[in-house]
C-alpha cells in the first residue's frame, strides 16, 4: 500500500506564492514518476507538473515560468513551488505518483488533494 500526503495549500491574493508538497510512503521499489494535477468543478484533472526520476520535467503551458516542480529521490517527496498566482489557478491539486510494486507492475497512485484559492 502507498500512501501520499500533501500539504501547503491555501488563500492567497493573486500575485501570490506558494508551496505544495508531498510525501510518498508505503511498500513499492522505486517512484518512477511524481507530479501534481488539478482540477476545477466540472472539469477534468489536468497536469500541472511532472518530474522523472531521472529529473526530467513537465509543465503546462498556463504555468511555464511560475511553477517549478523539484523532487527529492532521496526523501520520495515532491515539491510544487507557485509564483505569480493568478485566479485561474484556483483549483484542488493531486499529488501523484507512480511506483513500481514488489512484482515490477507500475501502479498510479494519488493523494488526497488540497485547496489552493487564489483572490483576485
Known amino acids: 500500500q502507498v500512501q501520499l500526503v500533501e500539504s501547503g495549500g491555501g488563500l492567497v491574493q493573486a500575485g501570490g506564492s506558494l508551496r505544495l508538497s508531498c510525501a510518498v510512503s508505503g511498500s513499492f521499489r522505486s517512484i518512477e514518476a511524481m507530479g501534481w494535477y488539478r482540477q476545477t468543478p466540472g472539469n477534468q484533472r489536468e497536469l500541472v507538473a511532472a518530474a522523472t526520476s531521472g529529473g526530467n520535467t513537465n509543465y503546462a503551458d498556463s504555468v511555464k515560468g511560475r511553477f517549478t516542480i523539484s523532487r527529492d529521490n532521496a526523501k520520495n517527496t515532491v515539491a510544487l513551488q507557485m509564483n505569480s498566482l493568478k485566479p485561474e489557478d484556483t483549483a484542488v491539486y493531486y499529488c501523484?505518483?507512480?511506483?513500481?510494486?514488489?512484482?515490477?507492475?507500475?501502479?498510479?497512485?494519488w493523494g488526497q488533494g488540497t485547496q489552493v484559492t487564489v483572490s483576485s
Open positions: 501523484n505518483a507512480v511506483v513500481r510494486d514488489r512484482w515490477y507492475r507500475s501502479r498510479e497512485n
